[in-house]
């Protein structure tokens, strides 16, 4: 064997022996994922276990039955200084309770604005209310219900006089109002009477070709006695009054040795 080809063994001997990692070489390779970490050691029979840390997410909430509310769950202040009840005055006064906010409770309408219909109270017409009836139409604009001292009050407010019938067939009352208007969806809901203290089960106000009909359904027999009350601006209610049913009479005692 020549010492060229001597030489060339030793060389491809070198270059394989220099290929081969270290047996001794520490740490993790270039290019390679992190080694794993060791496992912790179990701990011993007379050891406490290792506490788990809390976790780190968002605290939970406060219990909504037994803690206070957050001040983000609570509603913002209602500001009632735009609602039609007392916007519609030239100059709207402020809230009561903007001055004393422990004045009164929030309402929708404050004490001292128009806050509806009440046969008590009729004088009190709605805001804007024409000064003189108008040559429109009548139009009915408010079906109520109130209770009074021993009787119950089914009432319909309307904007000017107009004439009206009463029909009576078995437990039902229709009251027709000739001519008569209905503009507001609301006037049209029904008064659902089952649980007051009164013969009348509900009362539905719908429109009836150029009429306005309005149905009172029973719920005990009664009869109501009827009247008119006027109101300023040619306003005038329609007053259905039920008295209440009287208590039926004690049965007697009965007789000693009997």
């Given amino acids: 064997m ?35 970490a060791a496992p912790r050691p179990a701990p011993s029979s007379g050891q406490a276990p290792i506490p788990v840390p809390p976790p780190t997410g968002r605290p939970s909430t406060a219990d909504p039955f037994t803690d206070a509310p957050r001040k983000a769950d609570m509603s913002p202040s209602t500001d009632l200084s735009r609602t039609w009840g007392y916007s519609k005055s030239k100059s709207p006064p402020k809230p009561l309770f903007a001055d004393d906010p422990s004045a009164a409770e929030v309402t929708p309408n404050p004490i001292g604005f128009y806050s509806g219909v009440r046969v008590s109270s009729a004088g009190v017409v709605p805001p804007w209310a024409p000064a003189e009836p108008s040559a429109v139409p009548p139009t009915l604009t408010w079906p109520g219900f109130e209770r009074g001292p021993r009787s119950s009050r089914v009432f319909f407010q309307i904007s000017r006089k107009t004439t009206y019938t009463i029909e009576r067939e078995g437990d039902v009352i229709r009251v027709r109002f000739a001519g008569t208007r209905v503009d507001v969806r609301n006037n049209t809901r029904p008064l659902d ?63 000693p040795g009997g």
Avoid: C, M, W
Avoid at 13 to 27: F, K, M, R, W, Y
Avoid at 198 to 222: M, N, Y
């Fill in 2 to 36: 020549g010492a060229s080809e001597i030489s060339l063994q030793a060389l491809l001997l070198l270059v394989a022996h220099t290929a081969q990692p270290s047996d001794a070489q520490e740490g993790p390779v270039r290019g390679a994922g992190p080694s794993p």
């Fill in 193 to 255: 009477l089952r649980f007051h203290k009164t013969p009348v089960s509900e009362v539905v106000v719908r429109r009836s070709g150029d009429d306005a009909v309005a149905t009172l359904r029973l719920k005990a027999p009664a009869e109501p006695t009827v009247q008119t009350v006027d109101v300023p601006n040619g306003y005038f209610l329609l007053v259905l009054e039920f008295p209440d049913a009287s208590q039926p009479p004690a049965a007697p005692a009965p007789a």
